[in-house]
């Protein structure tokens, strides 16, 4: 499989790549490259941390954020609805094929990631001399290995059996691969995660991942594996191990929810202590170097280089009625609604009113001026936009304990579930049910990429609701003139989507390099 080595084939290559690739300064201060050898390199605990902290943005990062953490997450979920982009149409339509340039940049985004983190636990342990105290070495490795983790977590959740990789130089001898097994992939990805949570520390600077993102997300992986290949209920073991890591987390690391939900967006608040998982995006870079979020702007006055974003998105239909009278905090922080003020926006020009319809307001921050960036381009916006946060597991944590029960009022679960629904201004619950978990991580985590990771981990074990929550959906955008909204025009004709609907294509390109991908998936344990 050539093609996923993409241009990691040497090892030289690799480390001036992970180590040059775009971060913030704050996170990570360069070494002049002409001092970046294979031999000089990995030789100090200083080393380590400046190999680790490449790991967190850069070109895999940048094409995955721009290509699919939208599109894939919110579009294809029925969140919202993107016009002018072919590929997003398929995913909005059910109509995905193996040519779809947004899944491509997802797959290969994914297995380049996964590439940089292996040379990098390949070279700590083969390179890193016995001065640097072991502790050091795995904590370094557990960052590697967090990041590995969750790539492998994301590809299982949207392709299923796909091929597990830990030394990219044996694909240059071998390059012919079998997928492996579903189960496995996140065993590997559960592997991976508890390594880290077991070496990675329980504090460090703002930015990097600490013990409690890797429970967090083990929290995640469990949850999801919990329900594969099951029929109605899901695998207590697992439920359990995803309520006792998420549990800790809520309980045991002293972290709070931050007071005010819009602030979680902003960049002054960027790596808050809500977020357990971001990446690290400097402002200024060349193509895909950066977070290219900020295309999504609708005004000229509220974009870094005094030009209106590219592509037009917003909520669905669906998405916005979702919202209730009281939940106007995280919807005016997620969606512009005509008449919308934002005094953070433009700033220095008095502040900015929305006049369409409706749009994206999350992960659009502002003018380079809003963002005290004066090298902030379109396509490298300053925010560090988290991929996990307390809240999210604060609700995955709720939906571990309520596990196979129809519904609780178990006082821990409902405790944390009330405290997400607590800082949206909303009335608490008296009990929870699968409904309603579900119905609040879509609200709570729209426009973060997460409501199509929700419907997969549905359709484990109950594929009819799954199925039936998509053919629900009314899938366009809207119009609102005096109160009265009005349905946009589909962008295409959808496809009733099926079981098959959860699990994508293998990009045609990499069947076409390794006939191997099409044999039934083995196993790797």
Not at 41 to 62: E, I, K
Not at 175 to 187: F, G, H, M, Q, S
Not at 240 to 269: E, I
Request: some cysteine; proline content about 5%.
């Amino acid at each position: 499989m050539r093609s996923i080595l993409d241009k990691i084939t040497a090892f030289l290559f690799i480390i001036i790549m992970m180590v040059m690739a775009g971060c913030s300064k704050s996170f990570l201060d360069r070494p002049p490259l002409s001092q970046i050898s294979a031999d000089n390199f990995y030789q100090s605990t200083n080393d380590l941390r400046l190999a680790t902290a490449a790991l967190y943005a850069g070109s895999p990062w940048g094409d995955w954020n721009y290509n699919c953490y939208l599109p894939v997450g919110d579009v294809l979920s029925g969140n919202m609805a993107v016009g002018y982009w072919g590929d997003a149409v398929q995913l909005n339509t059910f109509t995905v094929t193996g040519l779809n340039g947004i899944m491509i940049a997802n797959w290969k985004s994914m297995y380049k990631v996964i590439a940089h983190c292996n040379v990098t636990i390949n070279a700590i342990q083969q390179k890193a001399p016995d001065s640097i105290a072991g502790r050091n070495k795995n904590a370094a490795i557990a960052e590697a290995r967090f990041i590995r983790g969750y790539a492998y977590y994301n590809l299982a959740v949207h392709w299923g059996a796909v091929p597990v990789i830990e030394d990219n130089s044996k694909l240059i001898i071998s390059p012919l691969i079998n997928r492996i097994k579903t189960e496995d992939v996140y065993k590997f990805a559960i592997n991976d995660l508890t390594f880290a949570a077991g070496n990675l520390p329980a504090a460090d600077v703002a930015g990097r991942v600490t013990t409690w993102s890797a429970q967090g997300m083990l929290a995640k992986v469990y949850l999801t594996a919990a329900g594969l290949n099951r029929q109605g209920t899901r695998n207590q073991q697992f439920l359990d191990s995803a309520a006792k890591y998420a549990g800790n987390v809520c309980k045991n690391s002293g972290l709070a929810l931050s007071a005010n939900y819009a602030d979680l967006f902003k960049t002054q608040f960027n790596d808050n202590p809500e977020s357990l998982f971001a990446l690290q995006w400097a402002p200024s870079g060349s193509w895909l170097e950066g977070n290219m979020l900020q295309i999504y702007s609708t005004s000229a006055e509220i974009s870094a280089n005094g030009s209106a974003g590219w592509f037009g998105i917003g909520p669905t239909v669906d998405m916005y009625k979702l919202y209730a009278t009281r939940d106007s905090i995280r919807r005016k922080a997620t969606f512009m609604i005509n008449g919308d003020y934002y005094p953070e926006l433009n700033a220095a020009g008095g502040g900015f009113k929305f006049t369409g319809s409706c749009a994206l307001k999350k992960h659009v921050i502002g003018t380079a001026k809003d963002n005290n960036a004066p090298t902030m381009t379109q396509t490298t916006s300053t925010e560090h936009n988290a991929l996990l946060r307390l809240a999210d597991v604060y609700l995955l944590y709720a939906e571990a304990v309520l596990g196979n029960n129809a519904s609780t009022n178990d006082a821990d679960a409902l405790l944390y579930f009330n405290k997400v629904r607590a800082r949206a201004g909303m009335l608490p619950a008296p009990k929870i049910d699968a409904d309603s978990v579900l119905l609040e991580r879509r609200i709570e985590l729209a426009a973060e990429g997460q409501y199509w990771t929700d419907l997969v981990r549905l359709s484990y074990y109950n594929p009819a609701k799954a199925i039936n929550m998509l053919k629900g959906e009314t899938r366009v955008t809207f119009t609102i003139s005096g109160g009265v909204l009005t349905p946009a025009s589909p962008y295409g004709v959808i496809t009733p989507p099926t079981i098959q609907s959860f699990t994508f294509p293998i990009p045609s390109f990499e069947v076409t390099a390794n006939p191997k991908l099409q044999e039934p998936p083995v196993s790797y344990y």
